[in-house]
């Protein structure tokens, strides 16, 4: 990717950003969907991982590292909005929110929500990997590096995950 090449501190060109934008913001909303579990957040997370891409003076050279910068922006973000509305919770009653009307319901696949409801059951870790893992399709050493985490972490993490993940669905097939 170029760069803005002037007299002042290097920054994003806006056609770069507006490219990398294009290409990786579904794929960055998705995952942010996945780890916070609610739409708006998720595009929150990606708009601030976004504008602090904008804002970073420091080079990243090529758009592999420019896209790892971003999901681990993103994943520290869904980390934040959870620790927020956590907290935010702690303070408030909890209530049961409707689903998003039926048409929200119709477009997921009964065994997709199977799965994503279990997957809400997971730690936090575990789905962070599995998301990465599964949706995301990184590798070990790309979710290692994202997550903060060694490459055996991922790998004994996801196992664990897929176990806790089978358990909860076989549970689930049985009622």
Do not use: C
């Not at 090449?5 to 579904?26: I, K």
């Not at 999901?71 to 009653?93: I, M």
């Amino acid at each position: 990717m170029a760069r803005l090449r002037s007299g002042a501190p290097e920054t994003w060109a806006a056609s770069e950003l507006a490219e990398l934008y294009a290409a990786h913001r579904l794929s960055l909303v998705r995952l942010a969907i996945l780890l916070v579990d609610d739409l708006a957040s998720a595009e929150d997370v990606v708009q601030d991982a976004f504008a602090a891409m904008a804002a970073r003076r420091g080079r990243l050279d090529d758009q592999s590292a420019a896209l790892a910068y971003l999901r681990v922006s993103v994943v520290n973000g869904s980390r934040s909005a959870l620790r927020r509305r956590r907290t935010a919770r702690a303070y408030a009653p909890l209530h049961e929110t409707p689903p998003d009307g039926p048409e929200g319901m119709a477009v997921l696949a009964e065994e997709h929500r199977a799965v994503y409801e279990a997957l809400e059951r997971l730690a936090p870790r575990q789905r962070e990997v599995l998301v990465l893992r599964y949706w995301s399709h990184l590798s070990e050493a790309e979710i290692a590096e994202a997550l903060g985490i060694s490459r055996g972490s991922v790998k004994s993490t996801a196992s664990r995950a897929l176990d806790a993940l089978e358990n909860i669905l076989s549970k689930e097939g049985q009622r």
